[in-house]
């Protein structure tokens, strides 16, 4: 096997997982799952949700997001702030591609690798990714 197949075949796992993690999401529309690894270690992990001391509320009876719904991504990288590990030269796993806004909090935070499985209907965030240099794959699962 091939060092590229032998790094498929990790990135797939890492993304099963970001997607069983995305099941802790209470949100409604959408649920989504972030893990954070680096030298072969999961550092972090997210998934799209309130604030803590929030209620597990996502939506309004609508069905709007609420405006303070944390992504993934971004629960993900501020949980590896609190903790004693670095992001600097890590890969960020997430269910669904970045939107612009967790794009600039991936560049910040030193994430030198995307890896997703759904394409976001907006793609802004991954075309700010590449052009800061962030490598960006799209590995859809197999069911």
């Known amino acids: 096997m091939t060092s590229e197949e ?19 999401s209470y949100c409604q529309r959408r649920q989504v799952g ?10 972090s992990d997210g998934y799209n949700g ?3 001391g929030f209620d597990n ?6 069905g709007v997001t609420y405006p303070y719904v944390l992504h993934a991504e971004a629960n993900a990288i501020t949980k590896v702030a609190q903790s004693n590990n670095s992001s600097l030269g890590s890969t ?3 269910t669904a591609s970045p939107c612009m806004e ?3 909090l991936i560049i910040q935070a030193g994430i030198e690798r995307v890896v997703f499985t759904e394409l976001y209907r907006i793609a802004d965030g991954i075309e700010l990714l ?10 859809p699962l197999e069911e």
């Open 57 to 62: 509320v996502c939506e309004t009876p609508g």
């Open 6 to 24: 032998k790094q498929l075949l990790l990135d797939r796992r890492y993304l099963r997982m970001a997607r069983i993690w995305s099941e802790n």
């Open 92 to 94: 960020l796993y997430v």
């Open 102 to 104: 967790c794009s600039k």
């Open 34 to 43: 972030a893990i954070l690894v680096k030298d072969n270690m999961i550092i």
């Open 130 to 139: 590449r052009k800061a240099g962030v490598k960006v794959d799209h590995i």
């Open 50 to 52: 309130t604030p803590a």
